[in-house]
């Protein structure tokens, strides 16, 4: 995918991964900082499938090298990757506010159709405020529309939320072809990169988060944390600006 390419290609460093963790909602790898993604992992794989290559030596690689990872098909890989990437890019927070996404959405989707992909917590709050409200969602529940229907639902959308799943699960580019050329576009959740590469692709505004703990955050993951419950974590929002 160029998207991924692109942000791997953008890293200008490179750290011995220190840490993998990969844990029942997030993963972890630790190199120059600390990266997080949300764990996915292939349904029902056979039994002698193998998620995750080279396991026992990832700490035996450099962050850009494990990086790669996202790029793979298997899920649980791509979810390493994703962290890996995120542990390489050093958040600058004089471009970001301390923000988070349904903030944003909510500051834009006021009386506007609002797509969102992934359902997120505050999907109840936004039924409140948006003209039409759509949840599209890989596991639907409640009225959630499957994954196939977004296709059909982005181009109708003015304000569109993206979960930073995407990237791992590789639908992001399709994802963003079908949105209306002057939709706002947020990318959210904790598996976010903060990399203005993704401004190039469309998206607005970035909602992430940077570690201010790694060793809080590991506690939490390996405890079995949903995001709610992960400590030494701060919330940031980055918006284009070219």
């Not at 193998?50 to 090298?65: F, M, Q, S």
């Not at 039924?127 to 529940?141: D, F, Y």
């Not at 109708?156 to 799943?165: E, F, G």
Request: charged residues 25%; hydrophobic residues 40%.
């Amino acid at each position: 995918m160029r998207i991924l390419n692109d942000i791997i290609n953008s890293l200008t460093d490179d750290y011995p991964v220190r840490e993998v963790r990969t844990c029942t909602y997030w993963t972890a790898v630790v190199s120059k900082n600390c990266g997080l993604a949300s764990t996915l992992r292939d349904e029902c794989p056979t039994e002698h499938a193998i998620p995750v290559r080279d396991v026992g030596n990832l700490t035996e690689k450099n962050a850009k090298e494990l990086s790669r990872y996202v790029q793979s098909d298997k899920l649980l890989e791509a979810t390493i990757g994703m962290a890996a990437i995120n542990s390489l890019i050093e958040v600058d927070e004089s471009k970001c506010v301390e923000l988070n996404a349904f903030s944003v959405i909510a500051e834009k989707g006021q009386d506007k159709n609002i797509a969102v992909i992934g359902h997120f917590p505050f999907v109840g709050k936004l039924r409140k405020i948006a003209k039409r409200l759509w949840v599209i969602e890989k596991k639907p529940i409640t009225d959630d529309l499957p994954e196939e229907k977004a296709v059909e639902i982005l181009p109708k959308a003015d304000v569109i939320a993206l979960s930073a799943t995407t990237l791992i699960n590789h639908t992001i580019e399709e994802l963003l072809a079908a949105c209306k050329k002057n939709s706002f576009k947020v990318m959210l959740g904790a598996t976010s990169p903060m990399s203005e590469v993704l401004f190039d692709y469309g998206i607005d505004v970035i909602s992430g988060v940077k570690v201010l703990d790694a060793e809080m955050v590991l506690r939490c993951i390996s405890e079995g944390a949903t995001f709610r419950q992960v400590q030494g974590v701060r919330l940031l929002s980055m918006a284009k600006t070219r």
